[in-house]
């Protein structure tokens, strides 16, 4: 039996994010996860709040992917002089909704955050639940030991 699981994530990531989350889908695919995601294979004619929604009922767990999205780089000057670089990464918007609706439904949610994105969900503490940061484009960041166990302990959450 698959157990049906929503993945909030960018429709577009960057090239070194995309090879990891295929290999990431794969791994959740062999362990009889079925992924929902709209944009993805899941379209609808109705707005995409109403779609999320929708797929979202029919989800046992959720999967909240913090992939930089937006970049702000800006550079603090004196006198016309570079004194330092600055650099922000952003999530998606719909992250912060997904994991909402997510939650709302009181589904097990894993929030994995890449290094640097922070800001609502990916701020520790904001939803009680733990909040995972890693390298999101590092080669089977997923099995990592310390994401393993934060992993199995949701596996173990979803009522099957």
């Not at 070194?16 to 290999?23: G, K, L, T």
């Not at 909240?64 to 002089?81: I, T």
């Not at 969900?121 to 997923?142: C, I, N, Q, R």
Request: glycine share 6%.
């Amino acid at each position: 039996m698959t157990i049906q699981v929503f993945v909030s994530r960018p429709t577009v990531i960057a090239a070194r994010f995309e090879s990891q989350y295929v290999a990431f889908q794969t791994y959740l695919l062999r362990k009889g996860y079925c992924l929902y995601r709209l944009g993805a294979d899941n379209y609808t004619m109705d707005a995409p709040l109403k779609g999320v929604m929708r797929l979202m009922r029919e989800c046992k767990a959720a999967i909240v992917l913090g992939y930089p999205q937006f970049e702000v780089k800006a550079s603090l000057s004196k006198a016309e002089a570079a004194q330092q670089e600055l650099a922000a990464v952003f999530p998606t918007p719909w992250n912060q909704i997904e994991a909402t609706l997510a939650f709302k439904q009181r589904i097990p949610v894993i929030v994995v955050a890449h290094t640097g994105v922070s800001g609502g969900v990916f701020d520790h503490g904001v939803t009680g639940e733990y909040v995972h940061t890693a390298d999101l484009g590092m080669k089977d960041w997923y099995k990592k030991k310390d994401f393993q166990g934060v992993f199995q302990e949701w596996q173990t959450r979803i009522k099957r």
